[in-house]
C-alpha cells in the first residue's frame, strides 16, 4: 500500500467529482481542466452574476470577457456542493485562502485532496498556500498546482504544462493523472515548498521586470533582472527547504519567464504601468485587477529577512510599491551595490 493510500488519501480512480471554489479567471479555467479530463467539475462562486453567466451562456463576462466556456461546466454559489467532491481545487487570491479554506471545514470529507491554485505568500504569518489548508483543513490531503499558466490559455484549450505537488509523490502523481488532458499536461512533484515559493516569488519579480519595461530600460535590463530575480527566488526557496531542480522548473523558472516577459501578466502590467509614470495607489487599489506581487512582494521580504536571504530585487519592488523609492531610485540602488561573485 502506498503512503498516500494508507494516509487515506482519495486515490485517482476514486476521483470522479471536482469542486473548484473561486469563479475568477483561474477557478473557471481549472473547472474547464476538470471537464476536459472527464471528471464531474463544479465550479463554486459567490457572485450570482458569474454563476448565471456560466450556467446561462458558458461565459464568465468578468474575468474571461467573451471566451466561451467548453465543455459546459456547472457552477453554484452552495458551498454545500463541495460536500461531494473528491477532489477540491481552491483558487481564490492567496490573501483569501485562508477564509475560504476555513468556509469549507466542515464541509471537505476526511481524505480529500485540496489543492491550492494561489501564488503567494499569506500576509502576516509568511505561510505558503498548503500550510494553510493543513491548519483550516486537518482532515484534508493539501496540494498544490503551479506553472507557466494564463487563465485565458487554459480556457481556450492551449497546451499548458504546470506542476501538481502533494508531500506524498504517490498523491502528486494521482493528481496528474485526473487533471490531464490532450491540452493540459500536468507534471508531479513531492517538493511542495519549491513549488510554492517559486510560485510566489515569479509574481514579484514580473512586476520588477514590467518596472523595467515601462521605464525603458531596455532589453538587457529586463534578462538582467530575470536572471538575477530567478538567483533570489532559488536562493530563498533552497533556504526554506525547496529543491533546485524544482525552482528551475515549470513552477519556478518556468513561470517567471512567463510573467517576466508578457504583457498578459497582471503582475507584468503593473510593473508596467508604474514604469511609465503611473500611481501605485491608484493602480493597486479598489476595483484594479488583482496582482498577487504587490502583496507578495513585502512579505517576502520580510520572511527573507527572518532567514537572513537578502533579496535585492525583491527588497527594490516592495520599497516601489510602498512608494519609498522612485523606480529610478531603485534602479541606481541595485546598480550601486557592492560587487558580488555570480555564484555564492
Ligand atoms: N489568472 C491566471 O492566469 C492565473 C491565476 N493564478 C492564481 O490564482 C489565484 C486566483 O487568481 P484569479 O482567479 O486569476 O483571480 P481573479 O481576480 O480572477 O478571481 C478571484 C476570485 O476569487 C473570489 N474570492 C475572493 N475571495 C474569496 C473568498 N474568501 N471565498 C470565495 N471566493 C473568493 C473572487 O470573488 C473572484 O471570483 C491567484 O493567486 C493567482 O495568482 C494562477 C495561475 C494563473
Ligand atoms: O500566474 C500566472 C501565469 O502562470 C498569471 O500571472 P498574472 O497573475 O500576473 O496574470
Request: glycine letters at 12%; a neutral charge; one cysteine or more.
Amino acid at each position: 500500500m502506498s503512503a498516500a493510500e494508507t494516509s487515506g488519501a482519495t486515490m485517482p480512480g476514486a476521483m470522479r467529482s471536482v469542486a473548484v471554489v473561486g469563479g475568477g479567471a483561474f477557478g473557471t479555467a481549472l473547472a474547464l481542466v476538470a471537464a476536459r479530463a472527464g471528471r464531474r467539475a463544479v465550479l463554486v462562486a459567490r457572485d450570482a452574476e458569474t454563476v448565471a453567466a456560466i450556467n446561462g451562456q458558458a461565459r464568465n463576462p468578468r474575468y474571461l470577457g467573451d471566451l466561451v466556456l467548453e465543455p459546459a461546466i456547472v457552477a453554484t454559489t452552495d458551498i454545500g456542493a463541495v460536500a461531494k467532491a473528491d477532489l477540491v481545487v481552491l483558487a481564490v487570491p492567496a490573501q483569501a485562502t485562508r477564509a475560504a479554506a476555513r468556509d469549507l471545514s466542515g464541509v471537505v470529507r476526511p481524505g480529500v485532496p485540496v489543492i491550492a491554485a494561489a501564488k503567494g505568500l499569506e500576509n502576516g504569518t509568511h505561510a505558503v498556500m498548503t500550510d494553510i489548508i493543513a491548519a483550516e483543513l486537518p482532515q484534508a490531503a493539501p496540494a498544490c498546482l503551479s506553472g507557466p499558466s494564463f487563465a485565458a490559455d487554459i480556457a481556450r484549450g492551449l497546451p499548458t504544462a504546470l506542476t501538481v505537488a502533494a508531500a506524498d509523490m504517490d498523491l502528486a502523481e494521482a493528481l496528474a493523472q485526473a487533471l490531464t488532458s490532450p491540452s493540459f499536461r500536468p507534471y508531479a512533484s513531492d517538493d511542495l515548498i519549491g513549488v510554492q515559493i517559486g510560485g510566489a516569488l515569479k509574481n514579484v519579480l514580473a512586476i520588477g521586470a514590467g518596472m523595467v519595461v515601462g521605464r525603458g530600460l531596455g532589453a538587457s535590463a529586463q534578462a538582467a533582472l530575470v536572471a538575477r530575480g530567478f538567483a533570489e527566488l532559488a536562493r530563498l526557496g533552497r533556504a526554506l527547504g525547496g529543491r533546485t531542480e524544482t525552482l528551475m522548473g515549470l513552477s519556478g523558472l518556468g513561470d517567471l519567464v512567463l510573467t517576466a516577459t508578457s504583457p498578459q501578466s497582471r503582475n507584468f502590467s503593473l510593473g508596467l504601468a508604474i514604469g511609465e509614470g503611473g500611481s501605485v495607489a491608484a493602480l493597486t487599489g479598489a476595483g484594479t485587477k488583482l496582482a498577487e506581487g504587490a502583496t507578495t512582494a513585502a512579505v517576502a521580504v520580510r520572511f527573507a529577512a527572518e532567514r537572513d536571504v537578502e533579496l535585492p530585487i525583491a527588497a527594490a519592488v516592495a520599497a516601489v510599491l510602498s512608494g519609498r523609492l522612485s523606480v529610478d531610485g531603485a534602479v541606481e540602488s541595485l546598480m550601486s551595490r557592492p560587487l558580488k561573485r555570480e555564484v555564492e
